[in-house]
């Protein structure tokens, strides 16, 4: 898909009238048509009326119709995405990676949020298909693999977190085991031996697969895995300092916090620091994501890189190409885990 880009467009003031088309035709000595094919990047015509009609659209102010432009070709030129929420800090990322790259070949995202629901996702992508979107982003949806099978049939879908394969359907997923498995071993490799872990919504496959990263790298290394250092979480930051008041309330031996998210690990700090636990000379903390605000938090948060923002750039360059009629052709990047000042080496006798 080609994008082109006339001369820097000057803005009409109020009450002025619209330019067209025709306008701009005879003003550059073209026909309409030649205009019309220039800016949609199909015309073959010399240098010399480009630059006139480009010099035109800039002296009048013309400013190209995209709906119009796309339903001359069957197309609306705007593609629904449906997240989960749009506060959260890290689809927040993945959401502009998608704006940024649907923009760069004059795609509009229409964002809509599913609130973790699948009645709701099932309302939000009605939504999206009566205003006509020429396709469908879900970012971690809860619908069901046939339900996504059944909606690429009518048109294409890429799909976040999970392993799909079917006709003008692509998807993307993040290996969220590995990324755990290496935590919980930076922790081990530290001298922990009582890592608590703050789960997921264990509605996410994401957590499940975290939370089996975890198991699975006390198991290799012989480490029992004790139910009571396994704690229930949402996500949220409030249930990351509610996780830690629990374990601190039944006085559960603790030396580190692997904590599912960020936002739960950040929680989790401010509840270590309410009760004059020092980060990280008595309790390691480590997350997962790695948010922008970790970097920025006391002391910086050690965490699993996962790429939000490339993530919606991928799931992006994957509707341009189901788009396109191409085969998409991406893979989401392997986890890596970011050291930082949250994480010290055990301490305990």
């Known amino acids: 898909m080609t994008r082109r880009s006339p001369s820097a467009v000057q803005l009409r003031s109020p009450g002025e009238p619209i330019v067209t088309i025709g306008m701009v035709a ?64 890290f689809y927040g990322a993945a959401l502009r990676g998608i704006e940024v ?21 099932q309302r939000s992508i009605s939504v999206l298909r009566a205003r006509r979107v020429d396709g469908i982003i879900a970012i971690d949806a809860r619908l069901s693999d046939d339900a996504l099978i059944e909606l690429a049939k009518e048109l294409p879908v890429v799909v976040t977190g999970r392993n799909l394969e079917a006709p003008h359907l692509a998807s993307l997923r993040f290996d ?15 001298g922990h031996r009582r890592i608590a872990f703050i789960a997921g919504d264990p509605a996410h496959q994401d957590a499940l697969e975290r939370q089996r990263g975890y198991l699975h790298a006390l198991a290799a290394r012989g480490v029992p895995a004790d139910e009571a250092l396994l704690i229930p979480g949402d996500y949220r930051e409030s249930s990351g300092a509610v996780a830690v008041e629990r374990l601190l309330q039944q006085r559960t031996e603790f030396t580190a916090v692997f904590a599912a998210n960020d936002q739960m690990a950040l929680g989790a700090m401010l509840g270590l620091y309410k009760h004059r636990v020092r980060v990280p000379q008595q309790v390691s903390v480590v997350g997962f994501d790695d948010l922008q605000a970790g970097q920025f938090s006391t002391p910086p948060l050690t965490s699993v890189h996962q790429p939000s923002y490339e993530m919606g750039q991928l799931a992006a360059r994957a509707m341009a190409a189901l788009l396109d009629g191409r085969p998409p052709h991406l893979a989401m990047p392997a986890p890596r885990l970011i050291v930082r000042e949250s994480a010290a080496p055990c301490r305990a006798g």
């Open 26 to 89: 005879r003003a550059a000595g073209v026909s309409p048509s030649t205009v019309s094919r220039i800016l949609n990047g199909s015309a073959v015509v010399s240098a010399d009326k480009v630059q006139a009609v480009e010099q035109a659209i800039a002296r009048l102010g013309y400013v190209p119709n995209p709906v119009a432009r796309g339903l001359a070709g069957g197309r609306t030129l705007s593609v629904g995405v449906v997240t989960q929420t749009l506060d959260s800090p």
């Open 101 to 121: 790259e649907l923009q760069a070949i004059d795609y509009t995202p229409l964002f809509i949020s599913g609130q973790w629901n699948e009645h709701e996702e």
């Open 176 to 190: 969220n085991f590995s990324g755990a498995r290496e935590a919980t071993d930076y922790l081990l490799d530290l």
